[in-house]
């Protein structure tokens, strides 16, 4: 369920700021955002898998402090990522 090197490289070069952004708070919500559907995706299969699910619970928590801190900064940018993304609504 993690993502393979190519995949976060797409990820990267899709959602990076500047030209050597690795990190940057949109970027961790585009990777956090690709894992969650992919686990998702497995616990519709699995659905006693609980330490997965908490393990995704995890996730939507982090994801959620990270959009919030997007939101608090510039809200311009957090409507644009959430659209990109399909979140939200």
């Known amino acids: 369920m993690s993502l393979s090197p190519e995949q976060k490289q797409e990820i990267v070069s899709a959602y990076q700021i500047h ?3 690795t990190g940057s708070a949109d970027l961790q919500v585009a990777m956090l955002t690709e894992r969650i559907n992919r ?7 699995n659905k006693k898998d609980y330490s997965s699910q908490r393990g995704l619970m ?8 990270l959009l919030g801190y997007i939101y608090k900064h510039d809200r311009d ?4 990522l959430i659209q990109r993304l399909g979140i939200r609504g």
């Open 19 to 21: 030209e050597t952004d």
């Open 39 to 45: 686990l998702s995706l497995h616990l519709r299969s």
């Open 58 to 65: 995890k996730m939507i928590g982090q994801r959620k402090r």
């Open 77 to 80: 940018r957090y409507r644009n």
